[in-house]
């Protein structure tokens, strides 16, 4: 009797308890729906940092591998046949040909700045003396523009991932607040009272690091490949440099 009396009561006690922990449960939607305006006007500045972050990520991902398989290939048919053809300007004209289909490579587009500059020279429309300085300066010149148009957009990948943890920190901080004012208001400190807004102001941390890790990751991969483009240009420019030297610009 005292068994079978023991059996109802646990089987009354426990769908209490199951209910119980299901009225406990913090629903993260209706936390997000019911939040302060402040609150969501930092989840909507954190979600539109992140969506952004990902729109530079994806296109600056495709722009380094174009510009990376077309570099390898410029450089390839600039070199082809250096051994047996030698260097003349029939060569350099076909060369420019080449780049010229070769729009994405940022050395290609480099070295055509180059070729302009030295037809110039040749044709004697540039100005007399330091013709050697002139080819130099519109490398320099073509291959500074190029890298700050890799460049673009990257430094707000850099920004997200610095500002945003404080942005969602913010959000933080206005929760906790409301959720001390709510226990002044109510004279209660019990978890009902005080859940919401730390679970709201977590929330809005959250967000902040899921934009900014990302942001940051992506920012030191793209800075590593553009200095690795950054490289591979300057030494274009200066092989091209002795070229033009040796070959072209020779009393």
């Given at each position: 009797?005292?068994?079978?009396?023991?059996?109802?009561?646990?089987?009354?006690?426990?769908?209490?308890?199951?209910?119980?922990?299901?009225?406990?449960?913090?629903?993260?939607?209706?936390?997000?729906?019911?939040?302060?305006?402040?609150?969501?006007?930092?989840?909507?500045?954190?979600?539109?940092?992140?969506?952004?972050?990902?729109?530079?990520?994806?296109a600056k991902l495709v722009r380094l591998a174009t510009a990376t398989h077309a570099s390898r290939r410029f450089l390839d048919a600039f070199w082809e046949g250096e051994g047996q053809q030698g260097w003349s300007g029939e060569r350099l004209e076909s060369i420019y040909v080449k780049a010229r289909e070769l729009e994405s490579s940022p050395v290609a587009a480099t070295f055509r700045a180059g070729y302009v500059e030295l037809a110039r020279i040749a044709s004697g429309q540039a100005p007399a003396g330091g013709d050697l300085e002139n080819v130099e300066r519109a490398l320099r010149r073509a291959s500074q523009d190029e890298l700050t148009r890799i460049e673009n957009f990257v430094p707000f990948?850099?920004?997200?991932?610095?500002?945003?943890?404080?942005?969602?920190?913010?959000?933080?901080?206005?929760?906790?607040?409301?959720?001390?004012?709510?226990?002044?208001?109510?004279?209660?400190?019990?978890?009902?009272?005080?859940?919401?807004?730390?679970?709201?102001?977590?929330?809005?941390?959250?967000?902040?690091?899921?934009a900014a890790i990302p942001a940051v990751m992506a920012y030191n991969y793209f800075v590593r490949r553009i200095r690795v483009l950054e490289a591979e240009i300057e030494a274009f420019s200066s092989d091209y440099l002795n070229i033009v030297r040796r070959y072209f610009l020779t009393r």
């Open positions: 009797m005292n068994s079978t009396l023991y059996f109802v009561t646990l089987q009354t006690q426990l769908p209490a308890s199951g209910a119980s922990g299901q009225q406990g449960a913090l629903d993260v939607w209706k936390l997000l729906a019911e939040a302060t305006p402040v609150v969501k006007l930092v989840m909507i500045v954190l979600v539109v940092m992140s969506l952004v972050s990902w729109f530079i990520i994806g990948l850099a920004t997200t991932g610095s500002t945003a943890p404080f942005v969602g920190l913010f959000g933080t901080v206005w929760g906790i607040m409301n959720s001390f004012i709510a226990i002044h208001g109510n004279k209660n400190a019990s978890l009902d009272v005080v859940a919401p807004g730390i679970a709201e102001a977590l929330i809005a941390t959250a967000i902040g690091l899921a």
